[in-house]
């Protein structure tokens, strides 16, 4: 054989070996006769901590399915990808907006057949939660997910900065019409230049969920008909609301100048931990990192106060969810991890008895998305407000914003929408009028798109209920 | 072909195949593909079902592809023009006998090898409108005309020009290119020029220009390809504008910066149009052809390759 034949031979067997003994690696049966299953998830830091330790806690309780926890930056994206290219992981934490999209795309295993066969009725598992839990879950009438934890975002207020305008520290604002007053009494202008120097509240902090606002005020996104953004006067009330915010305090340019040295969540110069702002609305995992940045602060957690007459437990839920995408190699082992996370030991009086999701939300600060608490989770929970979040949890008035398959589009043009009210570059009305025109055709084209697809389900069929 | 030709060929395909499997598979395949999925409803989650020419009927009555388009286009014609003066001026100056010169050319081509997400988190502050170092410079000179410094990212009219102004800090690649084209000509033009009373803009118009037009030509073709894609600056300085305020990739504030690429990455990845997304590509893929052939039949009379 020719040098050069010899060095293609060569080459091509390398280039060859190279591919093949991953896959061959991969294709062994592990050392251990587990069933391994492989988790895909956000998490990192604590959060990663407690997740392992769930984990951990899962492996020793059975041995016969085994965790391969890997931690996923930009998980949607990635899981989109490794289920259309049919190797997804067994399980994957995504955030409660998404399953509506992959539920209706076939993405996702059904967990119905699993809870099913462990002897349950897939209401009689869904009752197990806080009713607004149960609709994150369940899409359609089928339960694509599993919470792994969840959120509620409330009030929080600088308690320093109440005693110094006057106000008492442990009454947060009741109504919106005393929201209203405190944010005039919390801000505060140099008298020399009128610049802002603190302000009471600021719509756009942190600004994730314009469209919590809309429902805060009683509003709708959409009905039984479809998009009803422009539709519902709430919805326009909430926007005027925000829209006063810039105009009573100096205009978009006084506004901007004053939030430009803003920092994240995750940041020492987050207006709420350096006394900028005096309240926002935010979720369980605040106290957090108000230890991590800005140890000390004394704050106070509340519930929305009452936009709509009557209604004083408002709260907006969202969850982190655990799915099976389709075409998951070991569908029943992930379930059985699913279900571990999603249930809990409730006479755990002790550390150490705390089990599953219990344990999970517990490390993690979170509240638990179940109904019933055990004695020790209750009692001895490391955020001093828990018992807050369980209550508004628990509100018929928690709303979850998520539940339509365009939702990611939704969620951007009440975002362009938010902005163009806040900056005073539209009327409420034509910046809703604006983002409802954009909304019907998306929502015309889901539906013709899964229609197409033959996955329109009944329950989207005419009249058309997102 | 004699057999000593053949048996070259088929060591060069043989050392290249491996490339050229690599080329087929993850850049044709995937080119062909999304030509297949531009006429199809497909949404990555599901199998394509042909839609013929629906996306790019869609795409005409699609007021964001018409705002993406016009954001792309409005800072592509002025980070192009700029990035040109300032890369030349540069490599001119680079150009001058000066002391130094190593020095100075490091110092200016540093930026361009710092990763677009490093230098963006950079250029945050950098535009921070109460802290930021550009307004901090800015303030006292503009006070005395009795004006404010822009607010940058956080002010839908100043947003775009503020990422053509970090546009520039990458034009280090462009500079060396220009240099090197300084270099090839010809001093002796230059000599006799000079005994003929011209004067240095003179001979920069007459001679340095004409000289170095290829190269002037291809910088402004890629940098105009560039220009057209321009995508992670906006994607990660759009959700950072507002003070931090989270905005997803919808181009903050208020669709300020929201460019072809980013609104083409939001259709595939966010509302899972795969389809709609892939013929956005195409229509781009059109627009960056056009615009090289009309770049291309423009300076044709101009280019001189005599250098």
Redesign the interface.
């Given at each position: 054989m020719s040098l050069p034949r010899r060095a293609c031979v060569c080459l091509a067997v390398g280039g060859l070996g190279g591919v093949g003994t991953p896959v061959l690696h991969a294709m062994a049966p592990p050392p251990d006769g587990r069933i391994h299953v492989t988790y895909w998830e956000k998490w990192t830091q604590f959060e990663e901590r407690a997740i392992r330790a769930v984990i951990a806690e899962f492996e020793r309780s059975q041995d016969r399915i085994a965790i391969d926890y890997l931690p996923v930056g930009l998980i949607d994206r990635k899981t989109i990808v490794a289920t259309a290219g049919g190797d997804p992981p067994d399980i994957a934490g995504l955030w409660a907006p998404q399953v509506a999209a992959f539920a209706d795309a076939g993405a996702l295993e059904s967990l119905d057949p699993y809870i099913e066969h462990d002897g349950l009725t897939p209401a009689q598992w869904l009752a197990r939660y806080e009713p607004v839990y149960a609709s994150i879950c369940e899409h359609n009438g089928h339960v694509f997910a599993g919470i792994s934890t969840p959120l509620v975002m409330t009030l929080h207020w600088n308690r320093t900065m109440f005693r110094a305008a006057g106000l008492d520290p442990d009454r947060p604002p009741r109504t919106l019409a005393e929201f209203n007053a405190y944010c005039r009494l919390l801000t505060k202008r140099d008298p020399r230049t009128g610049e802002i120097l603190q302000m009471g509240f600021l719509p756009q902090e942190p600004g994730w969920w314009p469209g919590i606002f809309l429902r805060w005020f009683g509003g709708e996104l959409w009905d039984a008909h479809g998009v009803t953004l422009a539709k519902d006067p709430h919805n326009l009330a909430a926007m005027e609301w925000v829209a006063g915010f810039t105009r009573d305090n100096g205009g978009p340019d006084a506004i901007n100048t004053f939030a430009a040295g803003f920092g994240g969540m995750t940041s020492a110069q987050n207006p709420f931990y350096t006394g900028k702002i005096a309240m926002v609305f935010q979720g369980v995992w605040l106290n957090n990192y108000i230890r991590q940045y800005k140890p000390g602060l004394d704050f106070g957690v509340g519930p929305w106060p009452e936009a709509v007459p009557g209604v004083k437990d408002f709260a907006m839920v969202e969850s982190d969810v655990l799915v099976i995408p389709r075409g998951a190699k070991h569908a029943a082992a992930a379930w059985e991890f699913i279900k571990f996370v999603n249930s809990h030991n409730p006479n755990a009086r002790t550390r150490a008895e705390l089990q599953g999701g219990e344990l999970l939300c517990f490390m993690q600060e979170k509240n638990s998305p179940m109904r019933q608490w055990s004695p020790f989770f209750t009692e001895h929970h490391p955020h001093p407000y828990i018992k807050e979040f369980r209550t508004l949890a628990a509100s018929p008035h928690a709303a979850f914003l998520g539940e339509v398959g365009i939702f990611p589009e939704y969620n951007r043009e009440l975002a362009t929408a938010f902005d163009r009210v806040r900056l005073l570059m539209a009327t409420p009305g034509q910046a809703l009028a604006d983002a409802q025109a954009r909304l019907d055709v998306a929502w015309a084209r889901y539906r013709r798109s899964l229609e197409r697809h033959g996955l329109l389900p009944q329950e989207m069929m005419a009249p058309a209920t997102p | 072909m004699t057999p000593r030709e053949r048996?070259q060929l088929?060591?060069g395909l043989?050392?290249t195949?491996?490339w050229i499997v690599g080329l087929g598979l993850f850049t044709g395949y995937p080119v062909l593909a999304s030509l297949y999925y531009s006429f199809c409803?497909y949404?990555?989650?599901?199998?394509p079902?042909w839609?013929g020419t629906e996306n790019y009927r869609?795409l005409v009555h699609d007021?964001?592809f018409w705002k993406s388009l016009y954001n792309t286009l409005f800072y592509a014609g002025l980070s192009v023009p700029l990035g040109t003066v300032v890369a030349l001026g540069l490599a001119l100056l680079l150009h001058a006998d000066v002391r130094g010169k190593p020095f100075f050319r490091t110092l200016f081509y540093l930026p361009s090898i710092v990763p677009v997400v490093a230098s963006a988190l950079l250029w945050l502050w950098l535009l921070?409108?109460?802290?930021?170092l550009i307004n901090v410079a800015l303030r006292p000179i503009l006070a005395l005309v009795g004006l404010?410094p822009p607010?940058w990212l956080?002010?839908?009219a100043w947003a775009k020009p503020a990422l053509v102004l970090m546009s520039l800090w990458g034009t280090g690649n462009a500079m060396i290119i220009y240099l090197a084209g300084l270099q090839n000509v010809p001093r002796e033009l230059y000599e006799a020029a000079a005994i003929d009373g011209a004067s240095g803009w003179r001979r920069f118009w007459h001679i340095t220009l004409p000289m170095i037009s290829p190269v002037v030509y291809f910088n402004v073709v890629i940098s105009l390809v560039g220009a057209l894609q321009v995508f992670t600056q906006a994607f990660i300085m759009s959700s950072g504008a507002?003070?931090?305020?989270?905005?997803?990739?919808?181009g903050?504030?208020?669709?300020a910066t929201l460019f072809y690429t980013l609104n083409l990455f939001?259709t595939a990845?966010?509302?899972?149009r795969m389809g709609y997304a892939s013929a956005m590509a195409y229509v781009l893929f059109v627009i960056i052809a056009s615009l090289t052939w009309l770049a291309t039949r423009l300076s044709r009379k101009h280019l001189n390759y005599a250098s």
């Open positions: - | 048996r088929f060591t043989g050392f195949s491996l409803d949404s990555i989650l599901t199998s079902v839609c869609q007021d964001l921070n409108g109460q802290f930021g404010e607010l956080a002010d839908p507002g003070g931090g305020a989270a905005g997803g990739t919808d903050n504030p208020a669709r939001s990845f966010y509302d899972l």
